[in-house]
Each structure stands twice: as C-alpha cells, then as structure tokens.
C-alpha cells in the first residue's frame, strides 16, 4: 500500500560517490530519522525510498542510492541500479564534496546523462564548512546547475535547498484521479465486484484514492457492491453524479446503471493518472488490427505475483489470439525489465502502473510511440473488448480530457472488430478474462 500510494510523488534522487553524504543530507532535508548509510562499501547496492512531508516541498519521495566509484565489479552494478532510478526520477541532486575540487568521471556521465534524459538537476556541495570559503564560493559560481553549500553539521543551507526543490519540482502531470470530473454537493458511487478479492478489511489503492479526493472535493462518496448496486441507485433521493465501476462485467453493469447517470470506469481514472490516456485508447486501432504471427508485449509494473494473475496471464494471451484469429508470438516483461525497444512487436498491454510512478509509465509510453509500437493498458482493452469504451469515456469527454476525435476512432475500431468475428472473443472475454478490469 504504501509503495502504492508513494507513485503518485514527486520523486527526487540524491546521488554521489561513497561517504559524500546522501544520506546525511537526506536526513537533514526530510526530518525524519531516515536511515544512514552502512560505512561498509558494498553494503548498500540497493537505493533506499524515503517518504517525506515537508515544508515549502510538499509531499515528496526521496530516493536515497548507492554510492558510486570507479571501476571493479561494485561500480558496474552500482551504475545499473542508478539507470533504473533515474526511469523514476523527477529532480536530481548530485552530491559533491567539497573537499575534492575535481568531479570524477562517473559524476560527468550521470550530469550527461540528466540532460539527455531533461532530469532537472541541482548539485550540492557537502562538508562546506571543511574547506575555504573563497575557494567554495568560487566552485558554486563556476557551476553550469543550479549549486548551493551545505553542512548538515549546523544545517546550513538545508532550507535554501528545500526552497530550490520546490521551484525545480517538475509538474508531475495529472494528479488527481476524480476531483476534477465532480463538484462540491455530488453523490460518488463505486461499485466493487460481489466477489471482491482485496485482502479483508482493505480497498483497492484507487478506491482510497477517490475516497480521499471526494472527501477533500465536497462530495457524497458511496460504495457499494455490484449485487446491491439496482437497490443502492433506487434508494437515493437524487441519481448519482457520476459510478465508477471496478466491474467483471460492463455489459450487465451499463444495464444496471441507467444511460442518464455517467458511468466510467477505475482503470480509466488510473489509466490517466498515471500515463497518457489518450495515447492508451488509439492503442486500440492496433488491437483491432493484430493479425496471426504479430507479436505483443505482456508488461506489468510489478514484480510480484498479483492474485489475478492466474486468471489474467492464463487468458490474455487466449483473448488476443482469437481476436488476431490464430497464433501470436506473446512475451511478457516485468517490475524494471521493461525493454529499451520494442521494435518487433506490434502492441504492448500493460498493467495499471500501480506500482510505478508517472514519469516511468510516461516513458514506456515514450519508447513505444518512438518505435512505432501502440501501448494498451488492461483497463482500456478489458472496456473496449466488452464494448463499453464508449460510455465510459464519456465523462472525460465532457470533462475534455479527451478530443472528439476520440468518437471516430473507437467506431472504427469496433467495426474492424466486429467484421473480424469480435463475438468470439467477446463471449471469450465474459466470466474468463474478468481479473483484468480488476487490476487494471
């Protein structure tokens, strides 16, 4: 849960060389007992997530990473990890120490790397007060990023350094998931599945999400299970402004709900929190085009093993090959083994990035639209094979989140799907491939 809920901060990277003081200066920066560094090299290979709430910066994760040296086989795997941090990094901050005038080699490949990749960055020197003012001021003014000194001895320069992050902390996008589809005075109501498989006594992390954002907006938020769902809409006063389904079953659902009352549905609302909602529903023009001996790409954010994925990973593959209409060449890639190309394959499904944050979705996003490859997430194809795709966007539509284009594109899609035999797959899809909406 918390892994969860930490993707949608803004997450800021600390880096340097050994014992140059991340983690002091994350400690004096977040206030709130992080851990300390091992003073053993090559204890700590693995970087280390801090929550941190602070002011001016606001809800923030610190990423506190190994520290680098040059050569041996320490340094290598040390230089892999820092690859797969900056896919999650939105501000930078390179440690320097003052003590030693030069920067290595390694710290100009990752300043390189940074501007390459248009990670904002902002170097700090440590242990300021262990060398000559003159000559520190002189380092700070010589310096092509935005630099300031700092002791974490007496706390020198922290607060100017918080002030500095607040105004590089990059617009991490959407950030809501609700709010802004809704208004003060509106009644919520979101419809779990009757045989809901969350651990007992919790939520889905989106469901807590728009808890928390109706709240916040005002609103009336109601949860209620599919089952109850018909008695649930009669027994209001005043129809619900919008219903958010997390549903097995659109088809019985859209009937349930009348057409008056906007429906959309959670993967959708994550779909576009966490990536490029309209890039996710043009992706379906590729699943309407997959052809036999086409291959896809099954990705997911998560290493683990989810509780859907048995339904999920047994029946996807099925699905896609009925609706390509025989055999596809299916490769799945998980938690950071994302691929750096996709070139080769012809659509990419992916999971609902719960467990990434937005920079990291947006940029496998970036890579399939750089290789020409369509990237799909679960919510979206899980809706558009139950023709539900449509309605659903209807709220975003109206919210403009989504152009009229959209409309077009979704009837061309279902028509290249429905003079393909599409009632295959979907009687395929009803009861057997229901985990993916759940996970969305």
Same mark, same amino acid.
């Given at each position: 849960m918390q892994t969860a809920q930490r993707t949608r901060q803004a997450h800021i990277a600390v880096f340097g060389r050994l014992h140059v003081g991340k983690s002091s200066l994350i400690h004096a920066l977040a206030g709130n007992g992080a851990a300390h560094a091992s003073s053993v090299p090559g204890t700590n290979v693995e970087p280390v997530y801090v929550p941190a709430d602070i002011l001016p910066l606001g809800r923030s994760v610190f990423i506190d990473t190994p520290g680098f040296q040059e050569g041996g086989k320490l340094g290598e795997r040390v230089l892999d990890m820092i690859d797969r941090v900056l896919d999650q990094t939105d501000v930078a901050i390179l440690v320097l120490d003052a003590t030693v005038p030069e920067i290595s080699s390694v710290e100009y490949r990752l300043l390189t790397t940074l501007a390459q990749r248009e990670i904002p960055v902002v170097t700090v020197v440590s242990k300021a007060d262990a060398v000559d003012k003159a000559a520190l001021e002189s380092r700070l003014n010589s310096s092509l990023y935005p630099s300031l000194a700092v002791s974490v001895t007496d706390n020198s320069g922290i607060a100017e350094l918080r002030l500095l992050l607040k105004e590089m902390k990059p617009d991490i996008g959407q950030e809501t998931v609700v709010s802004d589809l809704v208004n003060a005075g509106d009644i919520v109501m979101m419809v779990v599945p009757s045989d809901y498989e969350a651990p007992r006594g919790q939520l889905h992390i989106f469901h807590s999400h728009v808890l928390r954002e109706t709240l916040d907006a005002g609103c009336l938020p109601m949860v209620v299970r599919e089952s109850e769902l018909p008695l649930a809409i009669t027994a209001l006063t005043r129809p619900p402004a919008l219903v958010i389904v997390e549903s097995t079953n659109f088809e019985r659902i859209m009937r349930l709900v009348p057409p008056d009352i906007p429906l959309t549905s959670l993967s959708l609302l994550a779909a576009r929190q966490k990536g490029n909602l309209s890039e996710f529903v043009a992706a379906v023009r590729a699943v309407a085009r997959l052809r036999p001996g086409d291959s896809v790409l099954i990705a $997911?954010?998560?290493?683990?093993? !989810?509780?859907? $994925? $048995?339904?999920?990973?047994?029946?996807?593959?099925?699905?896609?090959?009925?609706?390509?209409? =025989? !055999?596809?060449?299916?490769?799945?890639?998980?938690?950071?083994?994302? !691929?750096?190309?996709?070139? =080769?394959?012809?659509?990419?499904?992916?999971?609902?990035?719960?467990?990434?944050?937005?920079?990291?979705?947006l940029r496998r996003q970036a890579i399939g639209k750089r290789d020409g490859v369509p990237v799909i997430n679960y919510g979206v194809l899980s809706t558009y094979m139950n023709h539900a795709l449509p309605r659903v966007l209807a709220p975003l539509r109206q919210n403009g989140a989504l152009g009229p284009e959209f409309d077009s594109l979704i009837e061309t899609a279902n028509a290249a799907s429905e003079r393909r035999g599409d009632s295959r797959a979907r009687a395929l899809h009803t009861g057997k491939v229901d985990a993916l909406e759940a996970h969305g």
């Open positions: $997911e954010g998560c290493s683990h093993r !989810p509780l859907f $994925e $048995e339904a999920a990973h047994a029946r996807l593959p099925m699905l896609l090959r009925t609706l390509a209409g =025989g !055999p596809l060449h299916i490769h799945s890639a998980k938690g950071n083994a994302f !691929p750096d190309s996709l070139r =080769g394959y012809h659509l990419v499904v992916h999971c609902g990035a719960c467990m990434l944050n937005r920079r990291d979705m």
